[in-house]
């Protein structure tokens, strides 16, 4: 080499570059190329998922028809003076622990007090708090949607119908338990017939056999001489 040149360090050949394998959607999972199942179990869960699908389409339909009964509903009554928020702020509250809900509600109020925002708002609002009590009609229909609204809850979440908290033959209880019946109704249309369920695949295909070559074959196995 030279006196006074500088030998320059080799560079290293690139590293050979590897393709990714295809990654998993998160809604079809690992693709498998290696399938066992045959076109017609293929079709045929085309088919039930199909049903499914189609039966939660129409679940859906009709929940937004229904809702947008609701909504109508609400108009109409914030047109002849009922506060349709007070409406929907009672729905919501409905299933939690009236304990709680006087809590918070006392809280709220307090806190508009002490922040000398609405001074004296207690006595502004118990002035108008003239509550006209229910008929005896009135308030039996109010207990009786309650009963059915609770079973309805208890239906739709999974709750045996043993949980009935109403005491045998009265009129809760039955109420609960018509409402127990058509939340699990509820429940059968958003998953569809069970006749319907995807069927379970196929065991896969054995292996086919290796056909045994003469050389391997014992002894034993070794065919008679024809003479």
Not at 179 to 198: F, L, T
Request: negative net charge; aromatic residues 6%.
């Amino acid at each position: 080499m030279p006196r006074g040149k500088k030998q320059m360090p080799k560079e290293d050949p690139p590293a050979p570059t590897i393709d990714a394998p295809p990654q998993a959607s998160p809604e079809t999972g690992p693709q498998n190329s290696g399938s066992n199942c045959s076109d017609e179990f293929k079709r045929q869960s085309y088919r039930e998922a199909l049903i499914l699908k189609i039966a939660a389409e129409s679940a859906q339909e009709t929940a937004r028809g229904k809702l947008g009964s609701y909504r109508s509903y609400l108009k109409e009554a914030a047109k002849k003076g009922v506060p349709s928020d007070a409406i929907t702020f009672a729905l919501a509250k409905r299933f939690e622990d009236p304990d709680l809900i006087v809590v918070e509600q006392r809280e709220r109020l307090k806190m508009l007090e002490l922040s000398g925002f609405l001074p004296g708002i207690i006595d502004k609002i118990m002035t108008r708090m003239d509550i006209i009590e229910p008929t005896a009609k009135e308030e039996e229909e109010s207990q009786v949607l309650i009963a059915y609204d609770r079973g309805h809850l208890a239906g739709r979440s999974g709750h045996k119908r043993d949980n009935n908290p109403y005491p045998p033959g009265s009129l809760g209880y039955v109420k609960w338990a018509d409402g127990w019946r058509g939340g699990q109704d509820a429940i059968a249309n958003e998953m569809g017939p069970a006749e319907d369920a995807a069927p379970e695949p196929p065991p896969p295909s054995p292996a086919p056999r290796r056909a045994q070559r003469r050389d391997d074959a014992m002894p034993g196995d070794m065919p008679a001489a024809v003479h």
